[in-house]
């Protein structure tokens, strides 16, 4: 005996189905935004934690960002 009595899984199921989807496309989203998060360029990483440990000064570090940003 099937356990929907032959009706197939109703509105129930479409809402699972529905839930499941948006649950996927929200998570593959995450996914991705969180990778592209990571893709820093390795310059400006460096110089900010050079001035985070004190190395330069926010002059410094103001000159240096500008002339990378314009490369």
Not at 26 to 41: F, P
């Amino acid at each position: 005996m099937h356990w929907y009595c032959g009706y197939g899984p109703g509105a129930g199921g479409l809402v699972f189905v529905v839930a499941s989807l948006v649950l996927l496309i929200v998570g593959a989203v995450a996914v991705v935004a969180l990778a592209l998060r990571g893709r820093r360029d390795p310059a400006k990483r460096i110089l900010e934690e050079r001035l985070a440990r004190g190395e330069i000064d926010a002059e410094e570090y103001e000159r240096v960002r500008k002339t990378l940003s314009a490369s």
